[in-house]
């Protein structure tokens, strides 16, 4: 059901080399994308694919991100073993399982109740342990705030004030911001209570964050 063959690590091995290749310098994010089986966050169709850098569908017309994306957005994080990190957008967990590498203390929400509950159950049959939640993560989640940490990874068409304010100082946020057709991969960085720095990065496409400091309500 899990399996996790010598041709799966010798394919991950492959797409790490590739990821080096494209400019991803830090060898913890590349050792976490060489440890995390990617094939099993796929539906049986589209296994064969897993370790092509591309994004894929998972259903529900939401997908799971090329890794190239991942690992530029969790390098982005610089992820201490120590950090509380907070991930918009679970998905099908993969982003979530690659956070676990870096940093025990991994909260993830997800708006779609069915992908919610299809990734809870892929994770724990998996023997990994985030803090799982449904609902709006463009509302962050305020009742364990403070963050070290923000990824969102869904697009947004501004910086979610209510994530601003979960972070804790010294804390970044890592958002894709733009309109539907390109987003630009923002790192904001909590400098005191009331000042924030903002540096503007490489432009990626991604599907829209819903929800109240997102685009709004699905349909
Ligand atoms: N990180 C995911 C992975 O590793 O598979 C890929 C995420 S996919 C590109 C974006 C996800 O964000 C979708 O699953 C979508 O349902 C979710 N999403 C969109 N708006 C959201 C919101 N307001 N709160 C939580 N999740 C949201």
Known sequence: MHADTYRHRGMRRALVEELRRKGIRDERVL?????????????????????????????????????????????????????????????????????????????????????????????ASMGRAPHLFCGDGSMGLPQYAPFDKILVTAGAPVLP????????????????????NSQRMMRVVRESEEEFSRQEL??????????????GQPG
């Open 31 to 123: 050792a976490a994308i060489g440890l995390v089986p990617r094939h099993l966050f796929f539906d049986t169709a589209f296994q064969p694919h897993a370790y092509q850098d591309k994004a894929f569908p998972i259903g529900e017309g939401q997908t799971i991100s090329q890794p190239y994306t991942v690992a530029y957005q969790t390098e982005l994080l610089q992820l201490r073993p120590t950090d509380r990190v907070l991930e918009i957008g679970t998905g099908s967990g993969y982003q979530c399982c690659v956070l676990l590498e870096l940093t025990p203390h991994v909260f993830s929400i997800e708006y779609n109740k069915v992908l919610f509950e299809r990734t809870a159950r892929r994770l």
């Open 161 to 180: 004030r209510p994530l601003l304010r979960q972070l804790r100082v010294g804390g970044s946020l890592i958002i894709p911001v733009g309109d539907e």
């Open 202 to 215: 490489e432009e990626f496409r991604f599907v829209p964050l819903l929800g109240q400091a997102g685009w």
